[in-house]
């Protein structure tokens, strides 16, 4: 099956952002903290059926954290949702696996009572697992229809979210409904909203949704508002040049800078913000010159200004 991305390093990196230790992290999982050693440099990878969980306790997105490279089978979905083949017999309503060990091994389909109750075992759609069974069965996908313009339009700005911003693997769309309901203080998202919306198939996307969608990966609205690409370019730069300064910072890089080096470099980030975001533009400056040598008078109005 398609296995997740497991990088030790870069679990590592979450885990000190977190401000947990080793041993912190081991007894949360309820696994030895040799194991997660062995994990963080290299020496062996956790169970499939596991990284939900880590993910979870660092408060992480589980695609965020373990980015797949493909898209799931019966197997994925399974192991997303931190069951064994052995868990699965309560919701099949037989005495052994063998239901989903023969599905997922692609030898015969779940009935159509275990599909349902497996869809909502793992979370997701009867025609999510539909898709994951079929891909497990090595059966062609079926062809979706082309979205509206304006579906197209918010699935190109998500797709250019999770490249341009996030290394190709966005937060779950659990993670950005909660988030973006919480940072809005409204209830405009939900999972299978935010899953629609990336795959344009909302014609016409509510605002109250794009807004909260927008707050959820840090972006202003704007961003889903308009199509200059040049103001996409500026909006994501600015987004992943904020998250590789709090990267740089949780990993201790320039920990021997003096503080008032940091104090500069904090200053020069601002005051080139500042600077973009500005409403006085090229002619607005000009203006202000013509003023000040008017007079006293234009001098005085200059420094009230300043203030």
């Not at 490249?163 to 950005?176: I, K, N, Q, R, W």
């Not at 988030?179 to 605002?207: K, Q, Y």
Request: net charge negative.
């Amino acid at each position: 099956m398609p296995d997740r991305v497991f990088d030790g390093g870069e679990l590592r990196n979450r885990r000190v952002m977190k401000g947990l230790s080793q041993s912190s992290l081991a007894m949360g999982l309820h696994v030895k903290v040799n194991a997660v050693y062995r994990w963080e440099n290299g020496l062996a990878s956790p169970p499939p059926e596991r990284l939900s969980a880590i993910a979870a306790f660092l408060d992480v997105g589980l695609d965020e954290l373990f980015p797949r490279t493909e898209l799931p089978n019966l197997a994925d979905l399974r192991c997303d949702a931190g069951m064994t083949q052995a868990d699965t017999a309560s919701y099949t309503n037989t005495r052994s696996p063998m239901p989903v060990r023969a599905a997922e091994q692609g030898r015969r389909p779940l009935s159509d009572e275990a599909v349902t109750a497996l869809a909502a075992a793992y979370k997701v759609t009867r025609a999510e697992l539909l898709a994951a069974q079929r891909r497990s069965f090595g059966q062609p996908e079926e062809p979706k229809e082309s979205p509206a313009p304006a579906a197209a339009r918010v699935a190109h700005k998500l797709e250019s979210l999770r490249t341009e911003v996030y290394g190709g693997v966005a937060p779950s769309d659990a993670h950005l409904a909660s988030e973006g309901n919480r940072r809005s203080g409204s209830a405009a998202l939900t999972e299978t909203t935010v899953r629609a919306l990336r795959a344009g198939e909302i014609a016409e996307p509510e605002d109250a949704a794009l807004d909260a969608l927008a707050r959820a990966h840090g972006v202003p609205p704007v961003y889903f508002r308009q199509d200059d690409p040049e103001i996409d370019a500026l909006i994501l730069q600015a987004r992943a040049l904020r998250d590789r300064f709090t990267v740089m910072v949780a990993r201790g890089a320039g920990q021997d800078m003096p503080k008032e080096s940091w104090d500069q470099l904090r200053d020069f980030i601002s005051e080139t913000m500042e600077e973009i975001l500005s409403d006085d533009d090229g002619s607005g400056d000009g203006g202000d010159a013509d003023s000040g040598d008017s007079g006293d008078s234009g001098d005085d109005d200059g420094d009230a200004h300043a203030v």
